[in-house]
């Protein structure tokens, strides 16, 4: 199996990349479609059409991808690991980091799942400006992640 794996690395790579895409333009427009959403009456027209656009969002792309996303890194992070011949590279602050940074990613779409399912109970509380700066936190972690993993990590 670790031959298929090594053998596999540039697709793995490839998959990888397109998943996190994905995975994190839901994390940037998720949080934005709740700014909007605030601002819905509740029952009305923008509200339905919102709650959709939500559930859709985080069904359909969100979550496949995010899942992708793990599923790849872990198997591109075992093919270096049989790669380089031991995973001692692992232990590194580098890769520490960027676990760190992708670990907090998935806590922010559990917490954007939580959110979606306040706006359709009709029990959001929290305001607009919360998901303003919710907004930002997916492309602060991104850019470290990126950097590390183009720069840092060799």
Partial sequence: MS??????????RGLHI????????GLLYLPRLFVYHCTAIPGGEL???????????????????MIAAWI????????NAERSGGWSVFLQWDWAVKFAAISLMTGLHHIFAIR?????????????????IYNELPAILAIITV??????LR
């Avoid at 031959?3 to 793995?12: P, S």
């Fill in 116 to 132: 979606k399912k306040h706006f359709e109970a009709g029990t959001n509380n929290w305001p607009q400006r919360k998901y303003r």
């Fill in 147 to 152: 950097l590390i993993a183009t720069v840092a």
């Fill in 47 to 65: 509200d339905e059409v919102l709650r959709l656009q939500e559930h859709r969002l985080l069904k359909f792309i969100m979550n496949p991808a």
């Fill in 3 to 12: 031959e298929v794996v090594i053998a596999a690395y540039d697709w793995l």
């Fill in 72 to 79: 790849f890194g872990l198997l591109l992070i075992w093919s």
């Fill in 18 to 25: 397109l998943a996190v895409i994905a995975w994190m333009a």
